[in-house]
């Protein structure tokens, strides 16, 4: 007889608060990321996949009575597991090296001493890989994007392959490091060796400005317009398409744009330094890519400005231009010098003039005429970009020499698995393609200026490439924001905090034919069609190609990235909806079908998915696409953990019925003897199970928000065991059924202790469900209040209730807020408790809950009754899209657990006495 897997960590239990904070927080952390490396769509937060990595690794307790054969030892050896995994989240952490080999040595223990090799074969932005070595694991990464390839060697396999080597350039200052400290120090010298000579070769190109006191200025950005002829026949003259006339929005340095229209119909612009600006934005773009003249108010048409630009007739002005002051910006007006100078810088002889994809949901430009990707950037950023690409090839021979001169031997080239002076001058090489690369997301017409942060947008501020009007053109040679230096620093801050060990490599490779022998797997696929990875990918790829051909030739052969066999969802380029559909269903049946043959079957697997509960149709085809795909495959869902990287609260006020970023399933290969049922036994045990599973939820510290999609994990799991469930007409139930069918129960659970509730919050609890806080009729309160036990007169003696004039309603918990004593309270009921305690909370925070739960406690024999009705209501409130009301909820039960310790303390220091009934 087989033994069992051992389960695992995240199969029982994990601290998803915590984790879910340090996401949040990870977001706004600005240097040192390896995300800083270079862009790419829809990364998972490292302090998730860390974490999720530990406890998919990890055995939870109870799967090793050997060695904690009580639930107390289990518990208490769960909670020392908890802990690491709380201190790993943090990225402030990510340098102690007792934590990290606290976290290996738990990982050993789990996998027969010996660290598994872990493959993401969607590695993407490579967060999963990165963090995989981070834990000490051998990483594997592999994608069928050539960005997503070199973005994952140049951090996983790069720095491994060069760890603790010394910088080589022949200055003072060499630096050694157990990491890849040597490699940012060379990134560094390098990239500012590339910049200045080319800065020599375009100087001509960036000239100085003159400010008011007639002081020299390096200028920063130039603020251009794209133009149309106005369709006024008496006045065909070229009119600005601008979407905002301000330039700062900053307090006591506001700046804006203003048009001169003179006699002739021509326009100039002046700089005005005041407040008292335009309204808004106020420019002449106007909603649906309509606009209007700015010389006669003639409107003109988006189907107008399509044509113009499809016949090429698109122009520019200058604006206006940005330049470096003492400590702030100065905007200045245009001068006919600079104008000029831009308008007539030639177009160099190689420039990316490939053709940007027929896709309207995610390039925007096509139907502008912007068509080739040497469109999107004016002739002087083209120059610029194209002079930075060949100087790559100049520095690589450089470092060469000095590797050489440090004592490399040659060896092979990097492709080819080299450690030597010529693989060390690819590496070079590669960080370097990286940071012009990432140029290019700042130096392009399609880069806006943002007047609040007085900073130039980069290109991809959506998972898309927009269509903009008024543009910044960067200055790629000055000191602030957008310039060249600044993206060599970001890639070396990166390569500083990559863990640079154990040997990991990336690889080009197709999901559906790779190989997945004895690797664990945890991946974050494509998002059905969410993001069109592959277009995307080329606004970067037709530069890094030239740059990196002879490189890395194995990853860089396909002139554009490719797209027929990409797992994603795209209607234009699979014949439609339908057809698209089934192209990604049948990836994903290929590819974990495959996985199942020869991966590790003795650690689960886990898969991100970017959940998204509702979609046009009303649901999330590639939700229910990703659950079909691994079930049909052959797999058993084990777990679903909600994770995210935004505020739950920011989610629920922007009204958002789904609340996290991502799910990650943890899942099993189902076996292959796995029995078939009929829907009434599936009910009966999915019942049985679910409830139970419910209740172990709501008391382990998760957030009310997270509920519903945390216990799809155990529902799933009953569904995906069996390897058929049968209706009674002989059909099979779909996943699409066992998802409703398990809502349902959700709601039964959550509602079932109605019974024991007091006459107050039965009567309480049906009224809200259906007419929340809005006023009614009285002789409704009647009939309700008789069928509950308990009569309006006594529910407005609570303090809960309102009858006035013949209306009857709920008081909110806003209304609830104010002062109360629960120790003079005559009779307090459940109800009354929560949406007190929630309001108070809402309004006054901790502080002023903490004394009032420390006298809750003396009227319940349980405080958990309090918690329970609080989950409930978050769910009640968010089925009737009750916003505000879901985030007062969520928020007190969120804060339960640190409420009730503060309590117990509060009640010790004052003596009342109920220590033993506060739990804990």
């Excluded at 690409?389 to 000095?402: G, P």
């Excluded at 309004?843 to 009754?865: K, M, N, Y």
Aim: hydrophobic share 35%.
């Amino acid at each position: 007889m087989t033994t069992p897997p051992r389960k695992k960590l995240i199969e029982t239990s994990i601290p998803l608060t915590d984790i879910n904070a340090e996401s949040v927080r990870e977001k706004s952390l600005r240097h040192g990321l390896p995300s800083t490396l270079h862009l790419y769509w829809a990364r998972r937060p490292l302090a998730t996949t860390r974490t999720i990595l530990f406890a998919q690794l990890v055995d939870d307790p109870s799967g090793r009575p050997d060695l904690f054969p009580t639930e107390e030892d289990q518990r208490s050896e769960r909670t020392r597991l908890h802990d690491i995994m709380k201190r790993l989240a943090s990225w402030d952490n990510i340098h102690d090296a007792e934590l990290y080999r606290e976290a290996r040595q738990a990982i050993l223990d789990s996998n027969d001493g010996v660290e598994p090799a872990v493959l993401d074969p969607f590695a993407g932005g490579g967060a999963i890989p990165l963090e995989a070595q981070r834990l000490g694991c051998e990483a594997h990464a592999s994608d069928l994007n050539p960005l997503a390839v070199i973005i994952n060697k140049a951090l996983i396999e790069i720095p491994s392959r060069f760890c603790g080597h010394p910088s080589v350039h022949p200055t003072e200052g060499v630096r050694t490091s157990d990491g890849a400290g040597g490699l940012a120090d060379d990134i560094r010298y390098y990239g500012k060796w590339l910049r200045d000579t080319a800065y020599d070769k375009l100087k001509g190109l960036y000239p100085t400005v003159v400010d008011d006191d007639g002081k020299e200025r390096t200028v920063i950005a130039w603020i251009w317009a794209r133009t149309v002829t106005n369709p006024n026949p008496a006045n065909q003259v070229p009119v600005p398409l601008v979407r905002s006339w301000w330039l700062s929005k900053k307090k006591g340095h506001e700046a804006w744009i203003k048009p001169i229209v003179h006699d002739d119909g021509s326009i100039s612009y002046e700089v005005q330094h005041s407040a008292d600006g335009p309204t808004g934005d106020d420019g002449t773009m106007l909603k649906r890519g309509n606009a209007f003249s700015v010389v006669d108010g003639t409107p003109i048409s988006s189907d107008y400005i399509k044509a113009e630009g499809k016949a090429n007739r698109l122009g520019a002005q200058l604006l206006a231009i940005v330049a470096e002051g003492d400590r702030q910006r100065l905007y200045l007006s245009p001068s006919e010098f600079q104008e000029r100078l831009a308008s007539n810088a030639p177009v160099p002889d190689e420039v990316p003039d490939y053709p940007l994809a027929n896709d309207p949901k995610n390039l925007w430009t096509p139907s502008y005429g912007l068509t080739q990707f040497s469109d999107l950037f004016t002739n002087r950023q083209l120059t610029a970009l194209t002079t930075l690409s060949q100087m790559v090839a100049h520095v690589r021979e450089r470092v060469l020499a000095d590797a050489r001169a440090a004592g490399m031997s040659d060896g092979e080239r990097l492709d080819n698995g080299g450690d030597g002076a010529q693989a060390y001058a690819d590496a070079i090489a590669v960080y370097l393609a990286l940071a012009v690369s990432r140029q290019t997301d700042r130096c392009s017409s399609i880069s806006g200026w943002d007047s609040s942060r007085s900073t130039i947008r980069n290109v991809f501020a959506r998972q898309a490439i927009p269509m903009t009007w008024d543009f910044a053109e960067a200055n790629p040679f000055c000191s602030s924001t957008g310039n060249f230096l600044g993206q060599v620093d970001l890639v070396a801050e990166a390569i500083e905090n990559v863990p640079a060990h154990p040997h990991s490599e990336a690889m080009q490779a197709d999901a559906m034919t790779r190989d997945y022998t004895n690797v664990v797997i945890s991946t974050d696929p494509p998002y059905y069609d969410n993001i069109g990875y592959s277009d995307l990918s080329d606004y970067f790829y037709v530069w890094l190609r030239p740059m990196l051909h002879d490189v890395l030739p194995s990853v860089t052969a396909t002139m554009l990235t490719p797209k027929a066999q990409e797992l994603v969802a795209n209607p234009y380029r699979h014949g439609g909806k339908d057809g698209a559909e089934q192209f990604f269903v049948d990836g994903f049946d290929a590819v974990f079908d495959r996985i199942r043959g020869t991966a590790r079957t003795d650690v689960p697997m886990t898969v991100y998915y970017a959940y998204k509960q509702h979609g046009s149709d009303g649901v999330s085809t590639g939700w229910y696409a990703l659950l079909e795909g691994l079930i049909n495959a052959g797999w058993q869902i084990t777990a679903t953990w909600p994770v995210r990287s935004e505020l739950s609260n920011r989610m629920l006020a922007s009204g958002t019925n789904a609340l996290a970023s991502s799910i990650v399933l943890a899942c099993r290969p189902r076996p292959d003897d796995a029995p078939r049922v009929t829907m009434r036994e599936f009910i009966s045990t999915l019942r049985r199970e679910l409830s139970e599973e419910l209740r172990t939820l709501m008391t382990s510290g998760i957030e009310p928000v997270d509920l519903n999609q945390a216990a799809i994990g155990p529902g799933i799991s009953v569904y995906s065991r069996y390897s058929r469930i049968v209706e009674a007409d002989g059909s099979d139930v779909d996943v699409r059924q066992a998802l409703e069918i398990i809502n349902r129960i959700i709601d039964e659970t959550l509602g079932e202790d109605g019974d024991d509730y007091d006459p107050a919050t039965r009567f309480a609890i049906k009224w809200y469900q259906s007419y929340g806080w809005s006023g009614q009729q009285s002789g409704l309160a009647d009939q309700l209040s008789m069928a509950c036990g308990t009569t309006p007169g006594a529910l407005v003696d609570d303090g809960i209730f309102e009858a006035v004039g013949g209306t009857a309603r709920l008081l909110t918990p806003s209304e609830l807020s104010g002062e109360w004593n629960p120790a003079k309270d005559s009779h307090t009921d459940l109800w009354e408790a929560v949406v007190r305690l929630t309001g108070v909370y809402a309004t006054s925070g901790a502080d002023a809950i903490v004394p009032l739960l420390a006298e809750v406690s003396q009227r319940f024999p349980s405080l958990d009754a309090i918690k329970a009705l609080g989950f409930r209501m978050y769910h009640e409130a968010e089925k009737r899209g009750d916003t505000d009301a879901a985030l007062q909820f969520n928020s007190l039960v969120s804060a339960w657990d640190d409420l009730a310790m503060d309590a117990h303390r509060y009640a010790e220091s004052h003596q009342h006495g109920v220590q033993g009934q506060l739990d804990l």
